[in-house]
């Protein structure tokens, strides 16, 4: 158990004092989630601080906690997971390790104690009652409709996947040992208190987690209470943990995250072979062999002096082109993120309305789902690339939705229907598919397509996915 008393409340006064983080008491002004779009979703979850003023001041540097005194939106954040949920979502057949782990904090470590199988909410309730374990709910935006939309939209804002954990924690219990993670954290407040210590980061910007003992991380750098509306903000590696006090009978919190493995490094890794692949094609010192015996040598030092002299050729030819091609980072992404939470409004995947014709005004939707790629033709490529995007799968309390991809190739075969494979094009449509979507409302007539055959075809096309309405 963390220690607690007089001097631990008195350095946390002083911790907050030299932190200069925001602290709001923002009461009735204060407004909640705004569904809108991508960044008036965000601006709201951070709410009263300006997104600009966050990622010059904290993003990446260091903790941001917002105190919030306004009950509609303490009400609000409950209603995303509460304790009391569990009875009725173990009904529908959870599984341990799967969708939830019961843990607790003993003498710095973590001590798991899962069951086999699926979960029992007597049991479930037994663990939590007696032996002080930490609830943790994998993955609640399947059951949570609230959640799944804010994290669709987060998804939109930073374009990067968004996790998101709840943690129920009983009184006087701690669920993880200090420990830090390769992620960007946003903590809410749901139910309860929760003690939080923060420490200055071993790795900063960390790109794996890792558990820390308690005799190396040192005093806090920041230390406080969190209550019902709260929120705290923490860069990946600052290194954590947090308790249920004394006197408060359990805490629920959500733990949003967001930009694993999105480092320049890994985009770099990401890009870098396909740059190298098309430089290949044009500058000849790429294609020249590598001297005799080089992968058998142990000193490479004269060889090293040639590879970064091509690294400065990648480096010019990089700065001459305007197509970096992302591989395995946007097709994660893609296939990976949440779809648009519709709810009820299921006819929005259902073509309907008028068919798209040669005189029709067209309009895209789902603007923040559909994405523009260029592969190389993969039947004439030895390319082992996967097919971009595809299909979003089913989840439990919410349904599957779809996801659309408009891909592109090198080749000039036209198949805009096949759903596994996303909506392909040749890439002489490339300008008409930019046109609609970089523009609010465009004509058919007006696509930069050579016929209006080809206009018409590419509006249906979409129309059948439900990818444009017709105005």
Not at 54 to 69: A, D, G, H, S
Not at 193 to 200: I, M
Not at 216 to 226: A, D, K, S, V, Y
Request: hydrophobic share 35%; glycine share 6%; aromatic share 10%.
């Amino acid at each position: 158990m963390p220690k607690k008393g007089g001097k631990r409340a008195e350095m946390g006064k002083e911790m907050q004092a030299q932190c200069k983080r925001a602290k709001v008491e923002a009461a009735c002004s204060l407004s909640i989630m705004n569904f809108e779009n991508p960044d008036s979703l965000f601006g709201s979850l951070i709410s009263p601080i300006k997104p600009e003023v966050f990622f010059r001041e904290y993003w990446e540097q260091k903790p941001l906690l917002v105190r919030r005194n306004d009950p509609l939106l303490a009400a609000y954040y409950q209603s995303l997971f509460q304790l009391s949920d569990l009875k009725e979502l173990c009904s529908l057949g959870l599984y341990y390790g799967r969708d939830i782990n019961i843990c607790r904090c003993v003498n710095g470590k973590k001590k798991v104690l899962n069951k086999e199988g699926k979960v029992n909410y007597m049991q479930l309730k037994k663990d939590f009652d007696q032996k002080k374990a930490t609830i943790q709910f994998h993955q609640p935006q399947r059951f949570k409709e609230e959640l799944w939309k804010i994290q669709e939209k987060l998804e939109c804002y930073f374009g990067s996947l968004v996790g998101s954990n709840v943690y129920i924690t009983p009184q006087e219990s701690q669920g993880l040992p200090p420990h830090y993670d390769d992620v960007e954290v946003f903590i809410l407040q749901l139910e309860g208190e929760k003690h939080w210590r923060l420490y200055k980061p071993m790795v900063p910007l960390a790109r794996e987690y890792n558990v820390e003992s308690e005799d190396r991380i040192g005093n806090p750098t920041h230390e406080f209470i969190l209550k019902p509306g709260d929120l705290l903000y923490f860069p990946r590696g600052t290194i954590h943990q947090a308790d249920t006090p004394l006197g408060i009978s359990y805490s629920t919190h959500v733990t949003i995250s967001t930009y694993q493995n999105n480092s320049w490094g890994d985009f770099l890794l990401d890009t870098v072979p396909g740059l190298v692949f098309e430089t290949a094609k044009e500058d000849v010192a790429l294609r020249a062999s590598i001297p005799r015996q080089l992968l058998m040598q142990v000193d490479i030092a004269d060889s090293t002096k040639k590879l970064s002299s091509l690294l400065r050729r990648l480096a010019d030819h990089l700065e001459n082109t305007s197509d970096l091609r992302s591989s395995d980072m946007k097709k994660d992404f893609i296939m990976n993120r949440l779809p648009p939470c519709l709810g009820c409004d299921s006819d929005a995947l259902t073509p309907g309305g008028k068919l798209p014709k040669i005189d029709s005004k067209i309009r895209l939707q789902f603007r923040d789902h559909a994405v523009i790629t260029v592969e190389p033709d993969q039947e004439n490529s030895v390319s082992r690339m996967k097919p971009s995007l595809y299909v979003w799968g089913g989840s439990v309390g919410v349904g599957g939705r779809r996801v659309w991809t408009l891909h592109l190739t090198e080749g000039n075969f036209f198949s805009p229907l096949q759903q596994t494979h996303g909506l392909r094009f040749p890439l002489s449509y490339l300008d008409a598919l930019k046109q609609i979507w970089s523009s609010s409302i465009v004509n058919v007539k007006e696509l930069n397509l050579t016929s209006d055959e080809e206009k018409e075809n590419l509006a249906l096309s979409l129309w059948t996915e439900c990818l444009i309405e017709v105005i």
